[in-house]
């Protein structure tokens, strides 16, 4: 079975620029994740959806962020202007249905704002 | 808001010993996942936590949810090159939230 993917798997853009992230879940999970890698703060969660409905989007660093997702398949996170210091591993997770809930992760991606 | 306290943050150990890890926290969890990070790729779960008491193994790997549902701990026999790395715990109290550790990072000499 495939995994979450994500892309690109490596992003480099210049201040000010518009940066999308892309991600793929895992076919029939119910519940999709954002996370922010970084050496200072970890594993931060950013925003989680539940059934393509964003339920909590409290560790949204602020209004530069956003993210959709549209559709079961397919989400988005977007960050508009982007900064230097949004340079991070931006990884995408989802949860199988039913309980236990596990959290699988994609391979993340990278961006780097010069 | 909770927080989870892992420890070490490193290890050098020399191939073949056994490695253990733990993680607290300040409030109860419901659920304890540990993970592991290689570089350049995301987390992948090792092992997953659902009572307390509970001890469940995964080939070498080893791990215990605490009683008081505020601790758990990773053991790893007889560690192996390929078990270089970064481990993660991470619980999750309610909803779907997870909380993760700052990770032990996992060095081993051959």
Redesign the interface.
């Known amino acids: 079975d495939a995994g979450v993917i994500q892309s690109p798997r490596h992003e480099v853009t210049e201040m000010g620029q518009e940066v999308t992230l892309r991600c793929k879940p895992i076919s029939g999970h119910d519940y999709l994740f954002w996370y922010r890698q970084t050496m200072m703060r970890g594993l931060e969660l950013l925003i989680y959806f539940n059934n393509n409905v964003p339920i909590d989007d409290s560790g949204m660093p602020e209004d530069r962020f956003s993210a959709k997702m549209p559709n079961a398949s397919f989400s988005t996170l977007k960050i508009q202007p982007s900064e230097p210091r949004d340079s991070a591993v931006y990884f995408c997770a989802s949860n199988k249905p039913g309980t236990p809930r596990m959290q699988f992760f994609g391979p993340g991606t990278r961006l780097t704002v010069l | 808001g909770q927080q989870l306290n892992q420890s070490p943050q490193s290890m050098f150990i020399q191939e073949g010993e056994d490695v253990s890890m733990n993680c607290t926290s300040s409030s109860i969890f419901n659920?304890w996942?540990w993970?592991k990070q290689d570089p350049?790729?995301?987390?992948?779960?090792l092992i997953?936590l659902?009572k307390a008491g509970e001890l469940t193994s995964n080939g070498r790997l080893t791990a215990q949810f605490g009683i008081t549902r505020k601790d758990s701990f990773l053991n790893i026999s007889a560690s192996i090159p390929s078990d270089v790395g970064i481990y993660?715990c991470?619980g999750?109290g309610g909803?779907?939230?997870?909380v993760?550790?700052?990770?032990t990072r996992l060095t081993i000499n051959p």
């Open positions: 659920t996942l993970y350049g790729e995301g987390p992948v779960l997953a659902y993660f991470a999750r909803a779907q939230k997870l993760f550790g700052q990770g």
